[in-house]
Antibody
Framework: EVQLVESGGGLVQPGRSLRLSCAAS????????MHWVRQAPGKGLEWVSG????????GYADSVKGRFTISRDNAKNSLYLQMNSLRAEDTALYYC???????????????WGQGTLVTVSS | EIVLTQSPGTLSLSPGERATLSCRAS???????LTWYQQKLGQAPRLLIY???SRATGIPDRFSGSGSGTDFTLTISRLEPEDFAVYYC?????????FGQGTKVEIK
């Protein structure tokens, strides 16, 4: 059974940093790209960042580019999101999501964690 | 950057009725890159439809997706009580992923 468990969220002051983690199990982690998606309270979904299986390809939404850094440790089956210079508008539930099945020509996220809440406030 | 516009914002229907949700792209997109998710209150999103029309594993056949180019549709043939939720479309393109703003299907 695929499991994605996020951690590291909390209350942080504007301008400070936070590091999120996602522990993956139930699949061969280093075969798949992974993503972070966030959802502000009462709002819709926003893709934040994605990373390929070998970290060779990384992408960011414009809203976080230059402030957030995605990384992974395949030996630990873990995905990370380093968030610097946090702003009030970064307040959201942050989900970890697994990329599509191997060999699929379609693009989608097939498994999601339950999310970790980040609140940026003074 | 492609913008996805979902309509209506809210759909008020009764169990057993048919639901038709629209997702319109600001420019033509590949069907392979169009996905639908369901999100129930307090839960993570769940993959429903990928490649515009393929149901994900375990998704009942009352859910169907269609469309091409700029216009895509998610249809729920007969609403069950567990189908009342928010539905999002998603697109991949130019190394970016975008979501529509969502359609809430609520009980009338």
């Amino acid at each position: 059974e695929v499991q994605l468990v996020e951690s590291g969220g909390g209350l942080v002051q504007p301008g400070r940093s936070l590091r999120l983690s996602c522990a993956a199990s139930g699949f061969t982690f280093d075969d798949y790209a992974m993503h972070w998606v966030r959802q502000a309270p009462g709002k819709g979904l926003e893709w934040v960042s994605g990373i390929s299986w070998n970290s060779g390809s990384i992408g960011y939404a414009d809203s976080v580019k230059g402030r957030f850094t995605i990384s992974r440790d395949n030996a630990k089956n873990s995905l990370y999101l380093q968030m610097n210079s946090l702003r009030a508008e970064d307040t959201a539930l942050y989900y970890c999501a697994k990329d599509r099945e191997l060999g699929a020509t379609e693009y989608y996220f097939d498994y999601w964690g339950q999310g970790t809440l980040v609140t940026v406030s003074s | 950057e492609i913008v996805l516009t979902q309509s209506p914002g809210t759909l008020s229907l009764s169990p057993g009725e048919r639901a038709t949700l629209s997702c319109r792209a600001s420019q033509s997109v590949s069907s392979n890159y169009l996905t639908w998710y369901q999100q129930k209150l307090g839960q993570a999103p769940r993959l429903l439809i990928y490649g515009a029309s393929s149901r994900a594993t375990g998704i009942p056949d009352r859910f169907s997706g269609s469309g091409s180019g700029t216009d895509f549709t998610l249809t729920i043939s007969r609403l069950e009580p567990e189908d009342f939720a928010v539905y999002y479309c998603q697109h991949y393109g130019s190394s970016l992923w975008t979501f529509g703003q969502g359609t809430k299907v609520e009980i009338k």
